[in-house]
């Protein structure tokens, strides 16, 4: 059973738009969010986090949108870029997993 | 933060060959981490290493396949064995801090 889905698989946003990528989780023990970004050649990095405490968190143009009750959590990347034009990733952990748990990948292709 | 360097960062091997990918990390770390990313795939965990102890192996991946050293704190290294291309992926190795996990560049590995 697949614990976190992710949408959509690729997302294609104007340079100025913005880009709002989805995750839902199944487990209610879960208790961190991150959200990473990854360029072709490299590892993932984190770009952003968040704890079921709050329901958003701001980073520059970076956004997690976080509903508990929904167990959904989303990134949006307000003013897209170019360079953001990245695979991201989020992910999931907490409660008795020791571990992260990724979704399958948002491609992100912003146009000039 | 912590800084990750793996070796090589690319091969292309023959199959029935075998792989030995190394990790360096700049601090000293009690558990790393092996993942495997399949082309335009997500990060699947293929086991948890542990210094002093042996590896723990996620479903769907064995020891005999993936063998598995830590001598130390600070390098571990996989082993990708009896190669088929189905082997062919990226494999990456992490590290987990308070709040965040750190990747390596990843090794990317084309078996032939």
């Known amino acids: 059973q697949q614990q976190v889905k992710q949408s959509p698989q690729s997302l294609i946003v104007q340079k100025g738009g913005i880009s709002i990528i989805n995750c839902a989780y199944e487990?209610?023990?879960?208790?961190?969010f991150p959200w990473y970004q990854q360029f072709p050649g490299k590892g993932p990095a984190l770009l952003i986090a968040?704890?079921?405490?709050?329901s958003e968190k701001k980073e520059g143009r970076f956004t997690i949108s976080f509903n508990k009750s929904a167990k959904q959590f989303s990134l949006h990347i307000m003013d897209s870029q170019p360079g953001d034009s990245a695979t991201y990733f989020c992910a999931v952990t907490g409660g008795s997993q020791g571990n992260l748990i990724f979704g399958k990948g948002t491609k992100l292709s912003v146009k000039p | 933060s912590a800084v990750i360097s793996q070796k090589p960062s690319r091969d292309i091997c023959q199959r029935g060959t075998s792989l030995t990918i190394q990790c360096q990390v700049d601090?000293?770390?009690?558990?790393m981490f092996w993942y495997r990313q399949q082309p335009g795939q997500s990060l699947t965990l293929i086991a948890t290493a542990n210094q002093g102890s042996e590896a723990t192996y996620e479903s769907g991946f064995v020891i005999d396949k993936f063998p598995i050293s830590r001598p130390n704190l600070t390098f571990s290294t996989l082993t990708v064995s009896n190669m088929s291309p189905e082997d062919s992926s990226i494999y990456l190795c992490s590290v987990e801090s308070p709040g965040e996990a750190f990747f390596g560049p990843g090794t990317r590995l084309t078996v032939l």
């Open positions: 968040i704890r079921p405490d709050v």
């Open positions: 487990n209610t023990a879960f208790d961190y």
């Open positions: 601090s000293q770390v009690t558990m």
